[in-house]
């Protein structure tokens, strides 16, 4: 297992947060890390389009970037939400351990948890 990190950003802080710790509660991720509110400027439909929006940073195991991709996906209000992950080449090992053991594997064969 190895460890990654997936940002994505939302247009709504209270949506964000409650994502993030359902998220956590489901033991998908270790932590996210909520940035205070910036602004994306962005080519939508032919538009040059301006939005507030917080962008999260969560820590998690390289297995559960898809079904973590899929569940912020699912709840997202944008069409296309911005929703990347790469993996972690290097850091502190224990930070790394820790991060790995709040993931919890699917029981079941195509369990989502």
């Known amino acids: ?5 997936l940002l994505f950003s939302h247009p709504d802080l209270q949506a964000a947060e409650h ?3 359902t998220l956590v509660e489901d033991r998908m991720i270790a ?14 439909e032919g538009k ?5 929006e917080v962008n999260v940073l969560v820590k998690l195991s390289r297995e559960a970037c ?6 912020i996906r699912a709840s997202h209000p944008y069409q296309v939400p911005e929703i ?8 502190n090992p ?7 053991s709040r993931f919890l594997p699917s029981t079941k064969e195509g369990e989502n948890r």
């Open 48 to 52: 040059t389009v301006r939005d507030e």
């Open 94 to 100: 224990d930070y790394l351990d820790w991060v790995l």
């Open 66 to 71: 898809p079904a973590a991709m899929e569940k």
């Open 19 to 21: 994502l993030v710790r």
């Open 1 to 5: 297992m190895s460890v990654s990190l």
């Open 31 to 44: 932590c996210g890390h909520l940035f205070p509110a910036g602004v994306s400027i962005y080519s939508w």
């Open 84 to 91: 990347l992950c790469w993996s972690v080449e290097d850091g």
